[in-house]
């Protein structure tokens, strides 16, 4: 089993920044890939970005150049640093880790508890 514990959310106007991170915890060698998606109301869950113990990134296409995930291995931790934020950004936004990028996303995976990103002036 991994934990994950998310923090860093907020309430931020158009043009801000925040930054998310996400502490693993647990069953930690079997996970190479952890990223972070996002379920607006009415919506369904979005990858939005996630990077592998290598190195490897993937970002959806409305946050490129505005969102960059980093990890720190040693720590075991996951960031999403966002930048020019955009009312559309405001989503509960969940931590995952998976074993693969191919089994990320499942709801079956390793789950943070959400955190909230409100972008509203």
């Known amino acids: 089993q991994v934990q994950l514990v998310e923090s860093g959310g907020g309430l931020v106007q158009p043009g801000g920044s925040l930054r998310l991170s996400c502490a693993a915890s647990g069953s930690i060698f079997s996970i190479n890939a952890m990223g972070w998606y996002r379920q607006a109301p009415g919506k369904q869950r979005e990858l939005v970005a996630l990077?592998?113990?290598?190195?490897?990134?993937n970002y959806a296409d409305s946050v490129k150049g505005r969102f960059t995930i980093s990890r720190d291995n040693a720590k075991n931790t996951v960031y999403l640093q966002m930048n020019s934020l955009k009312p559309e950004d405001t989503a509960v936004y969940y931590c995952?880790?998976?074993?693969?990028?191919?089994?990320?996303?499942?709801?079956?995976?390793?789950w943070g508890q959400g955190t909230q990103v409100t972008v509203s002036s």
């Open positions: 990077a592998t113990r290598g190195g490897s990134t």
């Open positions: 995952n880790a998976a074993p693969t990028i191919a089994t990320m996303g499942r709801a079956s995976g390793s």
